[in-house]
């Protein structure tokens, strides 16, 4: 697969389709079998609440795993993301109810690089607070 987008319609400042996605405590616990991250603030609330958290809380990677599909979605090819990092500024909260979290996620054209490259700044938030800070994407473009 390639980039369906391509470098020369692309200018510093464009937004790219924003994109909410829900996490419930189910959700915690798919990912943990899939990862093998069984640590227990990410399904039990007792625990969790005993080492300080307000509640059982999202997996890092898993936070930063649905940022990302906001850029992914955009180019039509996960292969296209060439780095990616971010910094964990607040954890997704997940209360044990019906409605969970929900991770909101916008992202936007930073800088045009070199060899159809672009960096895309993305914001992640939940709960009205920003849950990675620093979270950038290299993305090569068709």
């Known amino acids: 697969m390639t980039a369906q987008i391509q470098y020369t319609d692309v200018e ?3 937004e790219l389709p924003a994109a909410s996605f829900p996490v419930t405590r189910a959700t ?4 943990a079998g899939a990862s093998g991250d069984f640590n227990p603030i990410h399904w039990n609330e007792k625990f969790a609440k005993e080492v300080g958290l307000p509640d059982v ?3 890092g990677m898993f936070t930063m795993a649905e940022a ?9 090819d ?11 500024t607040k954890p997704v909260v997940v209360p044990n109810d019906d409605q969970g979290a929900l991770i909101e996620v916008s992202a936007k054209v930073a800088a045009k690089l070199d060899d159809n490259r672009v960096r895309v700044d993305l914001t992640a938030m939940s709960a009205g607070q920003k849950v990675l800070g ?3 994407a290299v993305v090569q473009l068709a």
Do not use: K, Q
Request: hydrophobic fraction near 45%.
């Open 78 to 88: 996960p292969g296209a993301v060439v780095e990616y990092g971010v910094r964990f």
């Open 68 to 76: 990302i599909r906001v850029v992914t979605d955009w180019t039509g």
């Open 57 to 59: 809380i999202a997996h």
């Open 134 to 136: 620093m979270s950038r």
């Open 12 to 14: 510093v400042g464009t």
């Open 28 to 31: 915690l616990v798919r990912y």
